[in-house]
């Protein structure tokens, strides 16, 4: 069962009341009243329930709900207050979009009676796994891949063409349902069973590009590793073995270091990297600006591919400080000789700021969700289906264009 909760509200009344009901469901709750306690207190945050107001003083639920985005936590957030029903819903669909699991909106009038009800199917449904789920679900193949698709943000003269994916590891639990990588990955690391996931993770992607191959679909496809991985003794001789068993074309093949903090022996880092890179795979660095990374590890280490953080990123159309950052690393990039990829592309507006800047390739919900192999599919007939009636439609117009320029001439000959 859930452990810990936060109820983030300035009515000491509802933290009374919120912590009398969870603390009776077996959780260990603690209370805020503003960003700013958050701020203050980080450690506050380590709560897998949050009970949110959307009324906090000078901010509001959604202002909580991009300072927990921006500290990449999820959670599972129920919204209490006394806002309206309309408000409330506006306020779960960023949360979803933001990718938080949203359970509803409960209003404070009911919180004594339909607290329970709400928290039933959660306590069920998200029990911890435990290193021995995980081992089974490795060992049983429970494990299945989502495709998020990148896209050519500069080619012309019809941009958005689909030139890869990045694959994101799910667990698809018997009992808990589908969970995602923050909720197994910690686990991996503390077990000791990153590294064997890691493999199970590679072998999945290399089977999926041989049946895209097959279909004619030469995308690249990237993967997520991390620091751990490639020290892991004897990585490249298995790395060897696994991809020839799949007759991989590693050319297409894009490994992205997910934390580079770990790199402690930038040397040894390096010969390995470079011995992947002499194989034909292209490298990335993950998560760059967010000080996972440092500019000591892109000068010094064999990188390919920079990408642009989300936290950057989702904020480009709202922040002139976020968007003259992203404009650095892309000129940063740039003077590298590294294609910038930015992912967590959510509007119209980014998408295109990012186009103007420059920015070669992107990638977020704005372009599509992560897809399993079967929806990406379609996904990608569909959208192949429109790319040909758009082109149609651009060529029907120019004909028309010309008909008209045609039709003028005579009648200015005919006068």
């Given at each position: 069962?859930?452990?810990?909760?936060?109820?983030?509200?300035?009515?000491?009344?509802?933290?009374?009341?919120?912590?009398?009901?969870?603390?009776?469901?077996?959780?260990?709750?603690?209370?805020?009243?503003?960003?700013?306690?958050?701020?203050?207190?980080?450690?506050?945050l380590?709560?897998?329930?949050?009970?949110?107001?959307?009324?906090?003083g000078?901010?509001?639920?959604?202002?909580?709900?991009?300072?927990?985005?921006?500290?990449?936590?999820?959670?599972?957030?129920?919204?209490?207050?006394?806002?309206?029903?309309?408000?409330?819903?506006?306020?779960?669909?960023?949360?979803?979009?933001?990718?938080?699991?949203?359970?509803?909106?409960?209003?404070?009038?009911?919180?004594?009676?339909?607290?329970?009800?709400?928290?039933?199917?959660?306590?069920?449904?998200?029990k911890?796994p435990?290193?021995?789920?995980?081992?089974?679900?490795?060992?049983?193949?429970?494990?299945?891949?989502?495709?998020?698709?990148?896209?050519?943000?500069?080619?012309?003269?019809?941009?958005?063409?689909?030139?890869?994916?990045?694959?994101?590891?799910?667990?698809?639990?018997?009992?808990?349902?589908?969970?995602?990588?923050?909720?197994?990955?910690?686990?991996?690391?503390?077990?000791?069973?990153?590294?064997?996931?890691?493999?199970?993770?590679?072998?999945?992607?290399?089977?999926?590009?041989?049946?895209?191959?097959?279909?004619?679909?030469?995308?690249?496809?990237?993967?997520?590793?991390?620091?751990a991985?490639?020290?892991?003794?004897?990585?490249?001789?298995?790395?060897?073995?696994?991809?020839?068993?799949?007759?991989?074309?590693?050319?297409?093949?894009?490994?992205?270091?997910?934390?580079?903090?770990?790199?402690?022996?930038?040397?040894?880092?390096?010969?390995?990297?470079?011995?992947?890179?002499?194989?034909?795979?292209?490298?990335?660095?993950?998560?760059?600006?967010?000080?996972?990374?440092?500019?000591?590890?892109?000068?010094?280490?064999?990188?390919?591919?920079?990408?642009?953080?989300?936290?950057?990123?989702?904020?480009?159309?709202?922040?002139?400080?976020?968007?003259?950052?992203?404009?650095?690393?892309?000129?940063?990039?740039?003077?590298?000789?590294l294609?910038v990829?930015?992912?967590g592309?959510?509007?119209?507006?980014?998408?295109?700021?990012?186009?103007?800047?420059?920015?070669a390739?992107?990638?977020?919900?704005?372009?599509?969700?992560?897809?399993?192999?079967?929806?990406?599919?379609?996904?990608?007939?569909?959208?192949?289906?429109?790319?040909?009636?758009?082109?149609?439609?651009?060529?029907?117009?120019?004909?028309?264009?010309?008909?008209?320029?045609?039709?003028?001439?005579?009648?200015?000959?005919?006068?």
């Amino acid at each position: 069962m859930l452990s810990n909760a936060l109820i983030i509200d300035d009515d000491l009344d509802v933290q009374l009341l919120g912590k009398m009901l969870l603390r009776q469901q077996g959780y260990d709750v603690v209370t805020a009243g503003s960003l700013g306690q958050l701020a203050r207190q980080p450690a506050l945050l380590n709560a897998e329930l949050i009970l949110l107001d959307f009324g906090l003083g000078e901010f509001t639920g959604l202002d909580i709900l991009n300072y927990l985005y921006d500290l990449h936590l999820k959670a599972s957030i129920l919204l209490i207050s006394s806002c309206s029903e309309e408000t409330a819903a506006s306020v779960i669909t960023a949360g979803k979009a933001m990718g938080f699991h949203m359970l509803g909106f409960l209003p404070k009038a009911k919180l004594l009676n339909d607290l329970v009800l709400f928290l039933e199917p959660l306590q069920s449904a998200h029990k911890s796994p435990t290193s021995r789920d995980l081992a089974k679900a490795i060992r049983e193949k429970q494990l299945f891949l989502a495709f998020q698709p990148q896209v050519d943000l500069q080619s012309a003269p019809h941009p958005g063409q689909v030139i890869g994916v990045e694959a994101l590891v799910r667990w698809q639990d018997p009992e808990r349902g589908v969970l995602y990588p923050d909720c197994f990955i910690p686990l991996a690391e503390q077990s000791g069973l990153l590294i064997p996931l890691t493999w199970y993770v590679i072998d999945l992607a290399l089977q999926q590009q041989a049946q895209w191959l097959s279909q004619g679909w030469n995308l690249n496809l990237s993967i997520n590793i991390t620091a751990a991985f490639i020290q892991e003794e004897g990585m490249l001789e298995v790395f060897d073995q696994i991809t020839q068993q799949h007759q991989a074309v590693l050319s297409r093949i894009t490994l992205e270091l997910t934390e580079t903090v770990g790199v402690e022996c930038l040397g040894y880092a390096s010969y390995v990297l470079k011995a992947l890179r002499e194989r034909g795979c292209k490298l990335a660095l993950d998560d760059f600006g967010t000080g996972h990374s440092s500019l000591t590890q892109l000068y010094r280490l064999p990188f390919s591919e920079l990408k642009l953080d989300r936290s950057f990123v989702s904020r480009i159309d709202q922040d002139k400080d976020a968007l003259a950052i992203t404009i650095s690393i892309i000129e940063l990039g740039k003077r590298l000789g590294l294609t910038v990829v930015a992912e967590g592309i959510e509007t119209a507006a980014q998408h295109d700021m990012l186009v103007e800047a420059g920015c070669a390739v992107g990638q977020g919900y704005f372009i599509s969700r992560p897809l399993t192999a079967g929806a990406f599919s379609a996904w990608m007939c569909e959208r192949s289906q429109t790319h040909v009636m758009s082109a149609q439609n651009e060529s029907m117009l120019a004909r028309c264009n010309a008909c008209r320029v045609e039709v003028c001439s005579t009648a200015n000959r005919s006068t």
